[in-house]
């Protein structure tokens, strides 16, 4: 630890993760967050004795509850009720359930809006339920005609906050619902959906959350609605009786009708470990040192990095930015590859010109930010990241 | 082994699989597939090296490839090309991107059809694509305002087969088109969606695949049909450049553009180890196998169960019943209680009287049947089924 380390109250989670010894320093848990300790033992129990032994027993003993029991978590991530919750799906599959009842509910309304800084996946789903424009300013422009505003909470390029709740009340303003996408911001910053008025959200919970590659996703419908709103996906998990085999389709009680088919309970299940270590560092500790590791990334880039053309593409105040710090530097791709190659060093980039550098507090060190950045100074230095010549895309 | 254990060219299989030393007979592996020994040690591998020390790296060494590498794979066991199989999401997820891509494409038709022995959830999705009758035999009623067909080719319920190739040629007479759920076949008889003709096809991959609970699902799209489909889903992993972040939606080549979200990865790797086994088994044997299994099954519930009023709910003739065989019986409940409570022998429920074997040629041997219809005999004579009273539902 650097004499000049602040404190850390956060400091003992780290072990609570896997880190292996003189690995490289880990700053895209923005994209895939680390293995928690406690999820690799919970996959040997769940593999080896839940599945192993137990087999079809294990449906009535744990797994037909996982989802609720996950949801009633993630709920206190995002201030919203237990009931107002479900972990289920992806975010590209809740998004669309979500949106199809929300454009249903919402006739004769079609439009949809959204803006050019969403995740591009966000807008794909959303053009395939409606009509959707792309707009500057959607809270704004939001018409008579407009069923659904949906946006990224923290844009995945800068990592801005948006304003989520005087945007929705321009959103309600003109009679249009508000659905959030959180997967940016769920587990690096406290959020108040109820206080934000919004009537839906999703979020995915494989970054800040550390749920594993490709953990299943979340879906928030508040609860004056939920009884309004039908799930276009009827599966049988959102049956009002599952199991009791009828031959009619009927929509369970609340949140829960908006599940679909049986969940992959492999990965379901490691979502909760991470959540758990989040519920217990407490999201405004997690927040107060993701804006630490953020300011010390800012100034350590610019103390570090001057003269070689890093520009900041994120918010300089400290408040207006999620838990990651974009630098924008024309080579941005090369010197990408050279820190995870040659530097040990891994953050991602974004086409074109965009380093992110994720601030995970329940595991990444002041240390590791400063180790970072004077690594990225070698790089430009020792001009290492020329080698690196042909610019590809990167998997968020 | 018993004295009369005939031949078993695929003994060595069940060394491949998990089987805990004086555990139960398991015979629901149509609910849910014991775990490949192969699973476990990669489960190890993919939590412990692919996510906690690769990290986000995994997705460009491996993680990406997942879908297409197990797809080619299950495409062999149901007489498919590899380019006509995707992985993905639920089978109630995949059946209503099909069943919305089949209705859409097949406008002005609009009407589903599907029979009361279906899988009730499979209705479900239906009833929500579109307007769904529910008819004796939808093969002969589909008309000129049949949009699709939708049956299970395996009913749950009495393990009946469907002639496949001969009830899809009824519904193209009709003009409408045909989506089979196979979920209750494969693994467990060999299937050719290519000689059948249909269409589209959905399925799971958690019973006779062995995939673990919950495991990600596949579907089929003829590839004809490809390219005249479009997913109503449209996620960015079904997009033609998924990590080009284009602004626009744009479905990729073939059957993948029927992939929507982020696929969960722990559960989808463990799809692979089950079914490369029934690949080196072969699925010629694995059918004969089963046959004798479900043959033994009958001789031995006629020979050990007269006079307790037990009937044959499945096909007698071996070539029209798939890989279980269900026994009916007034307090069919109460029996499966007992059989498992008192007996270690592991069938499933299906209300309100059946019992259901499943029968898995992988690690089921003889012995395992013989024994089974031995302890329910002796359920009868103990009377220790009268304990249990009250009648439940079970889970699939």
């Known amino acids: 630890m650097s004499q000049l380390e602040p404190e850390d109250p956060l400091r003992r989670f780290r072990d609570e993760f896997v880190l292996e010894g003189g690995g490289p320093i880990y700053l895209a848990g923005n994209s895939l967050g680390r293995l928690p300790r406690r999820a690799q033992a919970l996959m040997v129990d769940v593999v080896e004795r839940q599945w192993g032994e137990r087999l079809v027993r294990g449906w009535g003993e744990g797994w037909l509850e996982l989802s609720q029991r996950i949801s009633a978590k993630i709920a206190l991530l995002i201030g919203a009720d237990a009931d107002e919750v479900a972990v289920c799906d992806s975010t590209s599959v809740n998004l669309f359930k979500l949106a199809m009842a929300a454009v249903t509910a919402q006739a004769p309304r079609r439009e949809i809006l959204t803006d050019a800084r969403n995740f591009p996946s966000d807008a794909y789903v959303l053009a395939g339920v409606g009509p ?50 959180l997967s940016h911001s769920v587990g ?165 010109d965009l380093i992110r550098f994720g601030l995970a507090p329940l595991y990444n060190s002041f240390d590791d930010v400063r180790d970072a950045m004077a690594r990225l100074r070698m790089v430009f230095e020792s001009k290492s990241y020329e080698r690196y010549s042909t610019q590809r895309s990167a998997v968020t």
């Open 132 to 181: 959707l424009r792309v707009v500057d300013d959607p809270a704004r422009e939001a018409g008579a005609g407009t069923a659904l505003v949906s946006l990224t909470s923290t844009c995945f390029r800068t990592a801005e906050n948006y304003p989520i709740g005087e945007m929705t009340e321009a959103v309600h303003a003109a009679g249009a619902w508000m659905l959030w996408d």
């Open 188 to 352: 690096a910053m406290p959020i108040d959906m109820h206080a934000s008025g919004a009537e839906l959200a999703v979020g995915c919970t494989y970054k800040y959350c550390n749920g594993g590659p490709g953990a299943p996703a979340f879906l928030y419908v508040r609860r004056d609605l939920q009884e309004r709103l039908r799930s276009p996906l009827q599966g049988w998990f959102g049956h009002a009786s599952p199991f009791g085999f009828s031959p009619h389709y009927q929509p369970g009680a609340g949140v829960m009708r908006f599940l679909a088919g049986t969940p992959p309970v492999l990965s379901m299940a490691c979502v909760e470990p991470g959540v758990d270590l989040l519920l217990e560092a407490g999201m405004a500790r997690v927040r107060e040192k993701s804006i630490r590791l953020g300011e010390l990334l800012v100034a350590e880039a610019d103390h570090q990095l001057a003269g070689f053309g890093v520009a900041l593409a994120s918010p300089k105040d400290a408040q207006l930015r999620g838990s990651h710090v974009a630098l924008r530097h024309p080579e941005a791709w090369q010197l990408t590859q050279s820190l995870v190659a040659d530097y040990a060093v891994i953050p991602d980039f974004r086409a074109p």
